[in-house]
């Protein structure tokens, strides 16, 4: 899979970004054979890893995700259930903003675009979203500049990608 010019992937990353520390994890609960799908053991063991990260930053501003947290805009099938691990991330870190997609609201479930859960912000970004997020605080001669990436490690799976 060719990669997107002028993106970074982000996808089991955290980059802090004019002052927003942005987390990725993507893939979707494990429903039948193939990529990008992730039990929920293996989706908190991609959360513990990056543990050390999260206590060094000082928490999260941004989660982008593609599938929801467990119970919060996920729906019933399997294949479009949530994960407790990004719920259990969402009560230690409450950040402002959990983005998702995964579940269209165009499949005839009943969910809300918008939720609020303990202080964060769930959007399902589904087809578009624009999000205006309220400037932070940080040193002007770092505005555009990427200041912290999780050291790069080899994809687990060939073509994955969430990108900024």
């Given at each position: 899979m060719k990669r997107p010019e002028g ?97 269209h609201t165009t499949y005839g479930q ?55």
């Amino acid at each position: 899979m060719k990669r997107p010019e002028g993106c970074d992937c982000i996808d089991d990353h955290i980059v802090v970004y004019n002052g927003l520390r942005i987390l990725g994890l993507g893939g979707c609960k494990k429903y039948r054979p193939g990529p990008f799908q992730y039990t929920e053991r293996e989706m908190q063991k991609r959360i513990r890893r990056l543990k050390w990260v999260l206590w060094l930053l000082g928490g999260v501003d941004i989660v982008v995700t593609h599938a929801p947290a467990e119970g919060l805009g996920d729906a019933e099938d399997l294949a479009h259930q949530g994960f407790g691990a990004l719920r259990d991330l969402l009560d230690e870190y409450s950040p402002q903003y959990l983005l998702h997609g995964h579940v269209h609201t165009t499949y005839g479930q009943n969910v809300s675009r918008e939720l609020k859960y303990n202080g964060t912000k769930i959007i399902n970004t589904y087809e578009r979203y624009v999000l205006d997020v309220p400037d932070v605080s940080f040193p002007e001669k770092h505005r555009g500049q990427i200041l912290w990436k999780t050291p790069h490690r080899e994809p687990q799976k060939e073509g994955s990608g969430m990108y900024v």
